[in-house]
């Protein structure tokens, strides 16, 4: 019989740095939109694996003279060629045990949001447009928890991982949640943040005993800064767009909008426009790139982390 040691070895031999597994009871009060078994009606586990984020890859952006490979090695071609081959061998592993294994959809790493809700096509059916909660699968699988960002936190590597989930018939031991919170709520990702997204009402949901908690992001401001549009974060704009002025905190975009601008701008700033094109080859799809370099919710949060001597490195599965 499969065991949750050999999914969680194949996953980490395969290239993943993370590999942890929840039951699907855990999911019990999730909606259907992001529920397991909306997804597979036979799931009885959900692995979620991640890659880390090089640290590497920021230090063009913290130099000024480099922006690319942030969003080329640690977005794109770079880090989910690591976590493609460690789904290849987990779904090789599963199938070849007699189980299937069902990858939850990337839309909404795209949206940076669950899909939201939408009425069944007919009288019996499932909602579409399914996927699961990404931040909140990586918690159930025992990997960490939610930061006040609201960007997910490990023990290994704070802020600096990428996830993808399989959702898989077979039954698997799960791991314990996390115990000891990573958050201290130092508001370094508040501070540091040049979109001034971070830090609104607190938001939570509460599983078995444990409640994830974080401060709501206003998605609008981030992707209008994370595109290159702000000038507090983006040295392009002044220089080829001179007459736009865009104060962040007047922005009121939501994130749909903030994402059409930015695809709408970035052909019209020579650099940014150098970066998508870059990002297009690297399997990136042609998206104006990540100029902000997430300097706040991950570069500042992961300082502290280190400062504070919590972050273990290494592999866990
Ligand atoms: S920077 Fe501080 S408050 Fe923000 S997520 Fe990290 S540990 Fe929590
Ligand atoms: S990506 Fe940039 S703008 Fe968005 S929350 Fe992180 S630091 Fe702020």
Avoid at 75 to 97: P, Q, R
Avoid at 148 to 154: D, E, P
Avoid at 167 to 181: F, G, K, Q, S, Y
Wanted: hydrophobic share 35%; proline share 8%.
């Amino acid at each position: 019989m499969l065991t949750a040691r050999q999914v969680k070895a194949c996953a980490i031999q395969a290239g993943a740095d993370l590999c942890g597994i929840a039951d699907v009871a855990r999911f019990r009060d999730a909606p259907p939109e992001t529920h397991p078994q909306s997804l597979f009606p036979e799931a009885q586990s959900v692995i979620v694996y991640a890659s880390r984020i090089l640290k590497g890859s920021y230090r063009g952006i913290q130099e000024g003279t480099e922006w690319s490979s942030y969003w080329t090695y640690s977005y794109g071609s770079g880090i989910y060629s690591s976590l493609g081959d460690a789904t290849t061998a987990l779904t090789n592993l599963l199938e070849d045990h007699g189980h299937e294994a069902v990858v939850s959809p990337g839309v909404h790493t795209l949206l940076d949001e669950a899909p939201p809700a939408r009425p069944p096509l007919g009288p019996g059916r499932r909602p579409p447009c399914i996927a699961l909660h990404m931040r909140l699968a990586a918690a159930l699988a025992g990997l960490g928890e939610p930061g006040w960002s609201k960007v997910f936190l490990t023990p290994e590597f704070g802020p600096r991982q990428r996830f993808e989930i399989l959702v898989t018939d077979a039954v698997l031991e799960p791991d314990p949640l996390l115990e000891e919170p990573i958050c201290d709520h130092c508001l370094q990702c508040v501070r540091h943040c040049p979109g001034h997204a971070l830090g609104g009402p607190r938001e939570s949901t509460t599983v078995g005993d444990r409640t994830f908690a974080w401060g709501a992001v206003d998605c609008g401001k981030c992707k209008v800064t994370h595109w290159g549009l702000n000038p507090l974060a983006s040295p392009f704009v002044k220089k080829d767009l001179p007459g736009m002025n865009m104060g962040i905190d007047k922005v009121t975009y939501d994130w749909y909008a903030a994402f059409r601008l930015g695809f709408a701008l970035a052909p019209r700033i020579a650099y940014l426009d150098l970066v998508s094109k870059g990002s297009a080859e690297h399997g990136q799809g042609g998206r104006p790139g990540s100029i902000c370099g997430a300097v706040g919710c991950i570069q500042a949060c992961n300082a502290h982390l280190e400062s504070r001597g919590g972050l273990k490195g290494g592999n866990k599965g």
